[in-house]
């Protein structure tokens, strides 16, 4: 299938990253605010945060792009675990993110399609309340890194690789089974400010599992 390359850009930010880029911004201010005498126990202990995913892509249209709306990936993450008062946690984090959304199994021409690959370097704020099982709303911003996996079809055009800013939002539930060792679920919205002509921004859902170590 060919892709049409207009030369129409979308604006550099949607409102829905827009809000999620203050958001973000917002919860990394309120850790630089926290009062020093606050931080109780676990003070200055480290973080090291494993994730597994299952992707839902929401954009570009798959159908329209040779791209199926499933995929996978993981996330490392490495941050400092503060517990507060009142059941309050706070976890600054750096990490990196890999998505792989899967090629349709065929196309028009009855040939696999293209793959897409989003990898990620980010920052931000996990938020947590409770004792033994922790609501928990986390929020990065980063910088961004798609691809595309040609199928080596000559009846169909490939977006080229593309970057740009980089956001996700999520909910997770944490459950302490000790103090060194949490595991939960976690869902979260994923998104790429890199468009290619009239190719739209990655866009997706992401559905996992993950498992922190507190040192």
Do not use: Q
């Not at 008062?85 to 600054?92: A, F, S």
């Amino acid at each position: 299938m060919i892709r049409s390359r207009s030369t129409t850009r979308r604006p550099l930010l949607s409102p829905v990253a827009l809000a999620l880029a203050l958001a973000t911004g917002c919860a990394c201010a309120a850790v630089l605010l926290a009062p020093r005498e606050a931080r109780a126990d676990n003070r200055g202990s480290f973080d090291l945060g494993i994730d597994g995913d299952a992707n839902a892509l929401l954009s570009p249209s798959p159908a329209g792009n040779n791209l199926s709306t499933l995929g996978g990936g993981f996330k490392l993450r490495f941050g400092d675990h503060f517990r507060l008062r009142n059941g309050l946690y706070l976890t600054p984090e750096v990490g990196y993110a890999f998505d792989h959304v899967f090629p349709a199994s065929t196309t028009n021409f009855g040939a696999v399609g293209e793959a897409e690959n989003m990898n990620r370097f980010f920052a931000g704020l996990r938020v947590g309340f409770g004792r033994n099982i922790i609501p928990t709303l986390y929020a990065h911003i980063g910088y961004g890194f798609r691809s595309v996996s040609t199928s080596g079809l000559t009846d169909a055009a490939s977006v080229p690789g593309t970057n740009g800013l980089a956001l996700d939002t999520g909910i997770a539930v944490e459950f302490r089974l000790s103090r060194h060792f949490w595991i939960g679920p976690h869902v979260e919205f994923d998104y790429i400010d890199a468009s290619s002509g009239s190719v739209g921004s990655p866009e997706w859902m992401t559905f996992g599992g993950h498992v922190d170590f507190v040192f």
